[in-house]
């Protein structure tokens, strides 16, 4: 029931973000973990899969009883900023998340910074991963969207759509550049720089083209 939310709900997160990734980086890459922080560590952090583990139905039964719930989602695909996206969507409106009000265990702290996984970075690769799902078929949601908009066939917006999904799959290549990072290879600030550049020009070019269409409607 993710499409009932009604303006003015509050977001409420049932458990801590990031157990099943804390989980899995522990089971992975536990005799390094174990190095720097302990055995006792690695194993509290390879509990967490299965306690509190990731299953939420429990939750939201409890929840679903009080009757004060309007939407529920799992913030699987994604984590809990696509989760709220698409509680958003689907109930036609918008969300407003302050970041450090979303709880985080010491375990899932700790192993971020100890790979140094930068919170901001890791969003921006994931909201472009999704950006690049949702303008893709057969599951682009964002495409039936925008022909619903324009009025147009959906082979009509997917050829226009091909060069911005390279563009995409470069930058996700170059990530670093996408965060603005400078590395010791020129031709990887070159290739990053260029990716950025494209994107841009195609993005106003599509603009002016999406425009252009729209004002010569009768």
């Keep these: 029931m993710p499409g009932q939310a009604q303006r003015g709900d509050r977001l409420l997160l049932a458990r801590p973000a990031g157990i099943e990734g804390t989980a899995l980086l522990a089971i992975e890459r536990s ?17 967490l899969l299965h306690d509190p583990g990731i299953s939420v139905v429990s939750i939201a039964r409890l929840l679903l009883n009080t009757g004060a719930v309007t939407a529920l989602h799992d913030p699987t695909e994604g984590g809990v900023a696509n989760g709220v996206r698409e509680i958003a969507a689907a109930s036609g409106l918008g969300a407003v998340m302050d970041r450090n009000l979303v709880p985080l265990l010491e375990e899932t702290a700790t192993i971020a910074q100890h790979f140094g996984i930068d ?25 039936f969207a925008a ?10 917006i997917v050829t226009r759509l091909l060069p911005f999904v390279l563009v995409f799959m470069i930058l996700l290549v170059n990530r670093k550049k996408l965060m603005g990072e400078w590395t010791n290879s020129r031709a990887y600030n070159a290739v990053g720089w260029l990716a950025v550049a494209i994107l841009i020009g ?8 999406t425009a252009r269409d729209l004002l010569a409607r009768p």
Aim: aromatic share 6%; hydrophobic share 55%; net charge negative.
């Design 119 to 143: 919170p901001v970075h890791f969003g921006v690769v994931m909201v472009v991963n999704l950006a690049l799902g949702m303008i893709t078929p057969p599951f682009g949601v964002n495409l």
């Design 147 to 156: 022909c619903t908009v324009a009025r147009i066939l959906l082979d009509q």
């Design 202 to 209: 195609m993005t106003l070019a599509l603009l002016g083209i």
């Design 31 to 47: 005799s390094e973990l174990a190095e720097a922080y302990g055995d006792d560590f690695v194993a509290r952090a390879k509990r």
